[in-house]
């Protein structure tokens, strides 16, 4: 008895969050601002991390070069 309480109002929230998600209509607009931003917060954020990577990279190219 109780699963069924609980299930049924679990559905009727969803529904609920979804009508109310559906009835206002998103306007998704990307400027030249908001790419400048994202390049840069992903340069800052993956860039260390590339260059440490090219890093070992070439290190373990040269070992593996003068070991052969």
């Known amino acids: 008895m109780r699963d069924t309480i ?3 109002k679990s559905r009727s929230l969803i529904a609920a969050l979804l009508t109310v ?3 206002c209509r998103p306007v998704l607009t ?3 601002g908001e790419i400048a931003i994202l390049i ?3 340069a800052t954020l ?3 991390a ?3 990577l090219y890093r070992r990279w070439d ?3 040269r070992w593996r070069g003068k070991k052969s």
Do not use: K, N
Request: hydrophobic share 60%.
């Open 46 to 48: 993956i860039g260390p």
């Open 59 to 61: 290190e373990f190219s």
């Open 30 to 32: 990307i400027g030249w």
């Open 6 to 8: 609980l299930t049924m």
């Open 21 to 23: 998600s559906l009835a």
């Open 50 to 52: 590339l260059v440490r």
């Open 40 to 42: 840069v917060l992903l």
